[in-house]
Nanobody, 121 residues
Framework: QVQLVESGGGLVQAGGSLRLSCVAS????????MAWFRQAPGKEREFVAA???????YYTDPVKGRFTISRDSAKNAVYLQMNNLKPEDTAVYYC???????????????WGQGTQVTVSS
C-alpha cells in the first residue's frame, strides 16, 4: 500500500518559516515527479511547487523566492522550505507524487492526507 505522509505544518506569524516534509512508503518515487499543492478554505486546490526526477524545479509565481522544494531519493521524501510566510499562504498543504508531474493535479496519482499551515498577521 502506497502512503505519503506529510508533517511540519503549524501556526506561524507572518514573516516566519516552516519546513514541510513528506515521506513515501510502499513504492519508490525516485523516477517520478513529486510536488506540493495547497487548498485554502473555500478555494480550489492549487499547485505550489514540483521537482522532477531529473531535478528540474517548478514554482507558482506567488511563492517564487520564498519557497524551496527539494527531495531526498534515498529517503523517498520531498520537502518544502517556506520562508517569509504570508497570511495568504494559509492552507492545507498536500504532497503528491506521480510519473506525469507538472502543475496539474491530474499529473499525480498518489496524494498525502495534508498538513495545515496557518499564518497569522
Amino acid at each position: 500500500q502506497v502512503q505519503l505522509v506529510e508533517s511540519g505544518g503549524g501556526l506561524v506569524q507572518a514573516g516566519g518559516s516552516l519546513r514541510l516534509s513528506c515521506v513515501a512508503s510502499g513504492r519508490t518515487f525516485s523516477s517520478d515527479s513529486m510536488a506540493w499543492f495547497r487548498q485554502a478554505p473555500g478555494k480550489e486546490r492549487e499547485f505550489v511547487a514540483a521537482i522532477w526526477w531529473t531535478g528540474i524545479l517548478y514554482y507558482t509565481d506567488p511563492v517564487k523566492g520564498r519557497f524551496t522544494i527539494s527531495r531526498d531519493s534515498a529517503k523517498n521524501a520531498v520537502y518544502l522550505q517556506m520562508n517569509n510566510l504570508k497570511p495568504e499562504d494559509t492552507a492545507v498543504y498536500y504532497c503528491a507524487a506521480g510519473n506525469r508531474g507538472g502543475s496539474f493535479s491530474s499529473g499525480y496519482a498518489y496524494w498525502g492526507q495534508g498538513t495545515q499551515v496557518t499564518v497569522s498577521s
